[in-house]
């Protein structure tokens, strides 16, 4: 099968503002919005340590991240249905830029947490990049589209923590952020290049765009994809949140080799997505979401009866996380086309509350792994909320599946 069987786009060359963007820029741009993401965590005991904190109060820095994420992306969609994808990517960038400078000369870690809650405008990248995709092709398309788009940036997960941790312990902290800065400004240069406009301009005012939401709202659908989507990438950001700590304080776990380990779920990610760029038009993109939810909640299962059999570990734990990013890599791609088909002339604002809630969702679990995991403990608690997320993922497509098979429509 072909890249998802995209129209065919007449050859066009860079600073072409009229034309899709390339599959290439696509993948990029959601990528440094992946890196910003976790690039930094096999840093955090060392920042910890040169800001004089304890470790919880710079493990805020994903959730306050997180959290932040969910608030843009809700004003991100209407903004972007209404002036555009290509300006508002522009302006985010750019703001992200400026907040990663601060980041670096962060005398405090009150000012560095401020100046790392501002870099989530970066999360723009990634929610904008799946609208242009639903602005270039229709439902199964897109999930199959969305799905090599997103098969590309888990390579970013994968390699982000590994080189960050090779930077911490070469040059210090700052260097990730460093790294960060340049990736942004090249990133930057990029979609100025080749990111033309993909959206139709709507004469409606931005006041009446935000209005249309209720349409969302009264959609069952919608939050049937919408709360599978959230659950699912739930588990996920438990994992960010918690692991650090466990990989460092309950296994011992050197910043490098944490930063290596750490890219389990996006190898079970990457195989996921190019399952997902696949399959998801010929198997059909909700049974596409059921498959993947039910490997992420039956891997933590397992994961639950190896480590209660006394059989847990760096290797079991890691190991076993990789069928956390396969299910996602299945579930996620499908699940956000499924949630941006229901309202095709609302795509970017489907796609910004949806990742608001999947956003705002992970935040709240990445800041309640911190606070169950304590010096002394196991990594139990943390595999229980994770499972305890996905298999809200299963009950969630379930309900879309009976939902369809109402409406006649096919799964």
Do not use: K
Not at 296 to 303: E, H, M, Q, S
Not at 388 to 401: D, F, H, K, P, Q
Request: a positive charge; charged letters at 10%; hydrophobic letters at 55%.
């Amino acid at each position: 099968m072909t890249l998802a069987n995209p129209p065919a786009r007449p050859a066009v060359r860079f600073l072409d503002r009229t034309t899709p963007p390339h599959i290439m820029t696509l993948v990029i741009l959601s990528g440094v919005s992946a890196l910003s993401l976790n690039i930094f965590l096999p840093s955090l005991p060392a920042m910890a340590a040169w800001f004089g904190v304890p470790y919880a109060v710079m493990q805020l820095s994903v959730p306050l991240y997180l959290g932040l994420s969910a608030v843009l992306q809700v004003a991100l969609g209407p903004l972007s249905d209404r002036y555009g994808r290509r300006p508002v990517m522009l302006a985010a960038i750019g703001l992200f830029l400026i907040a990663t400078v601060g980041t670096i000369l962060a005398p405090t870690a009150a000012v560095f947490l401020a100046f790392r809650m501002a870099q989530a405008v970066i999360a723009t990248a990634f929610a904008l990049s799946r609208a242009v995709v639903r602005d270039m092709v229709p439902d199964a398309q897109a999930a199959s589209m969305i799905g090599y788009v997103t098969m590309g940036m888990a390579l970013v997960p994968m390699v982000g923590p590994m080189v960050g941790g090779v930077l911490d312990e070469a040059f210090g902290w700052q260097a990730t952020f460093v790294a960060l800065l340049v990736c942004g400004a090249a990133v930057g240069a990029l979609a100025w290049a080749d990111m033309g406009e993909t959206a139709a301009r709507r004469p409606s005012s931005l006041a009446a765009q935000f209005r249309e939401y209720p349409a969302l709202f009264a959609s069952r659908r919608f939050w049937g994809y919408a709360v599978c989507a959230a659950a699912s990438s739930g588990a996920f950001f438990s994992f960010l949140g918690g692991a650090p700590f466990v990989g460092s304080e309950i296994f011992g776990l050197p910043p490098s080799t944490l930063g290596l380990v750490f890219g389990a779920p996006a190898i079970g990610y990457a195989v996921g997505n190019f399952l997902s760029g696949r399959y998801s038009v010929r198997v059909g993109l909700t049974r596409m979401v059921l498959i993947g939810s039910l490997i992420l909640t039956g891997g933590l299962v397992l994961l639950l009866a190896v480590t209660l059999a006394g059989f847990g570990g760096p290797l079991a734990f890691f190991g076993l996380v990789t069928l956390v990013g396969l299910g996602n890599g299945m579930t996620l791609p499908n699940a956000t086309a499924g949630m941006m088909s229901v309202r095709p002339d609302l795509a970017g604002s489907a796609s910004g509350l949806g990742g608001a809630m999947t956003i705002g969702g992970g935040a709240a679990l990445a800041a309640l792994a911190g606070v169950l995991l304590v010096p002394g403990g196991t990594e139990i608690p943390l595999i229980l909320v994770m499972l305890g997320t996905s298999a809200l993922s299963v009950a969630a497509i379930l309900a879309v599946i009976r939902r369809n098979r109402a409406l006649g429509l096919t799964l």
